[in-house]
């Protein structure tokens, strides 16, 4: 969904950092099994384009009513927070305990949290939003091995979360 170029000149950009939730101190588990997951959206929601939909689409959609609370999926700690022309506001969490990122896009404002905090499974990072290039309110959300690099098996995998949270 990014050029990495981009991503990479966002990267230094939000390291200044900003506002914060006050989460601290990680928490959940560290096996990484998919159990130590939670939806991202708890909230009603509906599933929109998944991984590939013909234009590179490297997430999964989730469209929930704007405002609604966002939720880190797995513990870890802030890698990223910006905003992108594609993504609108982000936020990219390195999962503790995985060789995954977690990035949710188009938040509605600014993600509450810095860069290099520490959040435990659950804690609140935005709301459903439509910032960016964006058409209706949902969560687009990625699953990545080491930077930029989608994963397909995020539309299954966020399903499985979805029947157990």
């Known amino acids: 969904?990014?050029?990495?170029?981009?991503?990479?000149?966002?990267?230094?950009?939000?390291m200044a950092g900003g506002g914060g939730i006050g989460a601290g101190g990680g928490?959940?588990?560290?096996?990484?099994?998919?159990?130590?997951?939670?939806?991202?959206?708890?909230?009603?929601?509906?599933?929109?384009?998944g991984y590939g939909a013909g234009r590179g689409h490297e997430g999964?959609?989730?469209?929930?009513?704007?405002?609604?609370?966002?939720?880190?999926?797995?513990?870890?700690?802030?890698k990223y927070r910006g905003y992108d022309g594609g993504a609108g506001n982000y936020v990219v969490i390195n999962?503790?305990?995985?060789?995954r990122d977690y990035m949710y896009a188009h938040l509605r404002r600014r993600a509450p949290v810095r860069v290099g905090e520490r959040i435990a499974i659950g804690d609140r990072i935005g709301k459903v939003g439509q910032s960016g290039n964006a058409s209706g309110c949902h969560l687009h959300f990625e699953l990545?091995?080491?930077?930029w690099n989608g994963r397909p098996d995020v539309t299954r995998k966020l399903k499985k979360w979805d029947k157990y949270s």
Do not use: N
Request: aromatic fraction near 8%; glycine fraction near 14%; proline fraction near 6%.
């Open 144 to 147: 990545w091995r080491g930077d």
């Open 60 to 78: 999964q959609d989730i469209f929930a009513r704007c405002g609604k609370p966002l939720i880190a999926a797995r513990a870890g700690k802030i």
């Open 1 to 14: 969904m990014f050029a990495i170029a981009a991503l990479s000149a966002l990267a230094a950009t939000a």
């Open 95 to 99: 999962g503790k305990g995985t060789p």
């Open 27 to 49: 928490g959940g588990t560290t096996t990484g099994t998919d159990e130590d997951h939670l939806f991202p959206v708890p909230a009603k929601h509906t599933y929109g384009d």
